[in-house]
């Protein structure tokens, strides 16, 4: 996805399309980045104002200068106010004509502010919902014919070979069976290439969407809001899923009696469509366009590493020394818990049943803090436990190294190892090699994602630890990536923290960049974690702060 067409995402500067833009020449009307800025400058036939390009931003929402609706009753008039029972805007001699006495009336400069919010709501839904799920629908029926080739060729390398031992009286049958399949190959295509062609028209008609509400939204015109019909609940409805039954060739032994019957058949295609069931997702929830810090936790810690939510308005903490402490949202210390050998704590952890468990890498062991008392539950011969995080079915995740500098991740199951993940198909480790921060988490859908620090990336597997991708940062953006703290979100997306950038990313759940929460509050970003209501709680470890951030 470009990201100069999004709202939600990085713009880029105008000279070189590579940087992130952060000011714009007024009169040449061109956005820079601090990089550009000079380059801009040294053309002398021009003048040029350069300043913020927030403050552009701020100044053209100033500038707004509304156009009213006239009224359908009294034109030339304008309307300037907006009745909610009769659901249309009035202007003053609709109100003296005492037709709308006794109604809720308001500014109609109010009711456009929230009908553009919703319009707002519905470009989003549109951009980052509607729109991939259809781009993911299209691209598995190119999978599809992509495959259909495979298959069908497949069935009539069978049939070949098996009238390769066969006299040569019988060769009509193989030409009978090649035209079977050919039919059915031809079929099978044609309902793929139809439901490509209905897929490609409504794709078209949410495209045509998309702009007409860029184009409302750009625009001064206050009618063209009220005129407007919502098409979001149109496109929502999933095409119906197209479901074959691939034919396949049963081959028995040859046989010179009834040659045709037991040469082989082939079984029937079968194709036919089923409504399709809408992905069950949480609500639509769009980015803020700046986020908004909602609260500062004080700590009395210096170095903040871990942050980890285990109920509403309570935090545990740490800071890779041998005390973790337990604060409520109003800064107030509730339980300063030290580590069982005295030794520093790597990474913090809440099971579901509330108790706290850490890695103490100098002894090797995991261990779970049962009100205040602290037990082993595992330890390890020949690896160090360094990070970990709680799954959905309660067991736990932890990346470990070893002196041979070697990396993996286990799951384990109270302290029973249930699955190691470690190498690729190619048998290449997937994670860097030991002494490195490698924070974990796992997403909604199972996937284990891990912030390796060492491999300056995000490594993802799914449940059976099969990579899905590795993400190296935004692409828009130059120098090294040094991922951190990492966490989910409702929508699956996963936040990671760049604590020398002072910034988070936002990837979806497939490992597409979103957006950057990037502000001046943010110095050295590390640990995070995100609450039931979404919001995020950041560790910084430059002044022991933890930030409470609204983002969506």
């Known amino acids: 996805m470009d990201p100069r067409y999004s709202a939600q995402e990085v713009l880029l500067c105008d000279l070189c399309d590579k940087d992130v833009l952060q000011t714009h020449c007024e009169p040449c009307n061109v956005n820079l980045c601090l990089n550009c800025i000079g380059k801009h400058l040294s053309d002398p036939s021009k003048r040029h104002n350069v300043v ?27 309307c300037e106010l907006f009745c909610e029972r009769c659901d249309i805007s009035v202007c003053s001699t609709c109100l003296s004509s005492g037709t709308h006495k006794g109604h809720n009336l ?108 860029e184009k409302i939204l750009s625009s001064n015109d206050v009618s063209l809001a009220f005129a407007n019909q919502s098409r979001n609940s149109e496109f929502r409805k999933l095409p119906p899923k197209l479901n074959a039954s691939l034919p396949s060739f049963s081959a028995p032994k040859i046989n010179t009696e009834n040659l045709n019957l037991l040469f082989g058949y082939i079984s029937e295609l079968s194709i036919s469509t089923e409504d399709a069931e809408p992905p069950c997702l949480p609500p639509f929830k769009p980015f803020l366009d700046e986020p908004e810090l909602i609260n500062t936790l004080y700590t009395d810690f210096v170095n903040l590493t871990s942050v980890t939510c285990p109920k509403e308005e309570k935090i545990w903490t740490c800071e890779r020394k041998e005390i973790m402490k337990l604060y409520n949202t109003e800064s107030k210390l509730l339980i300063p818990i030290k580590s069982k050998s005295g030794k520093d704590v790597e990474d913090i952890a809440v099971m579901k049943s509330g108790e706290l468990v850490y890695t103490d890498p100098g002894e090797r062991t995991v261990n779970i803090v049962k009100k205040t008392q602290i037990k082993e539950l595992i330890r390890l011969q020949g690896w160090r436990p360094r990070f970990l995080c709680n799954t959905s079915s309660n067991e736990l995740l932890i990346t470990m190294d070893n002196d041979d500098k070697q990396s993996k991740v286990v799951r384990y199951s109270g302290s029973t190892a249930k699955q190691t993940i470690q190498f690729d198909d190619s048998h290449l480790s997937l994670y860097s090699s030991s002494g490195n921060f490698k924070y974990i988490c796992e997403n909604k859908n199972m996937d284990i994602c891990v912030a390796d620090n060492g491999a300056e990336a995000v490594v993802v597997v799914n449940h059976t630890g099969k990579l899905r991708f ?32 002072g910034r988070i990313h936002i990837l979806d759940q497939d490992g597409q960049f979103l957006r950057f929460i990037e502000t001046f509050y943010l110095v050295s970003p590390w640990g995070l974690c995100v609450d039931s209501k979404d919001d995020l709680f950041v560790a910084l470890s430059s002044n022991g702060e933890v930030k409470k951030i609204k983002y969506m």
């Not at 070979?161 to 190959?185: L, T, Y």
């Open 106 to 213: 308001l500014d109609i400069l109010q009711k456009h502010k929230s009908m553009v919010e919703d319009l707002k709501i519905d470009l989003a839904e549109l951009k980052h919902r509607i729109n991939p799920t259809f781009q993911n629908i299209a691209s598995d029926v190119k999978v599809g014919k992509a495959k259909l080739d495979k298959h069908y060729g497949q069935l009539t390398t069978d049939v070949i070979k098996q009238g390769e031992g066969w006299h040569s009286e019988i060769e009509v049958i193989v030409n009978k069976r090649k035209s079977e399949i050919e039919a059915m190959r031809m079929k099978h295509l044609m309902a793929l290439e139809k439901q490509e062609d209905e897929i490609a028209k409504i794709l078209s008609e949410i495209n045509r969407s998309t702009l007409y509400l």
């Open 470 to 501: 590795r993400y190296t940062g935004c692409p828009s953006s130059s120098g090294r990536f040094y991922p951190y703290g990492i966490t989910k979100d409702s929508r699956s997306q996963l936040l990671i923290s760049e604590n020398l950038r």
């Open 52 to 78: 913020p390009y927030r403050q552009i931003k701020q100044d053209q929402q100033q500038s707004f200068t509304p156009i009213y609706p006239k009224c359908s009753k009294h034109a030339p008039k304008n």
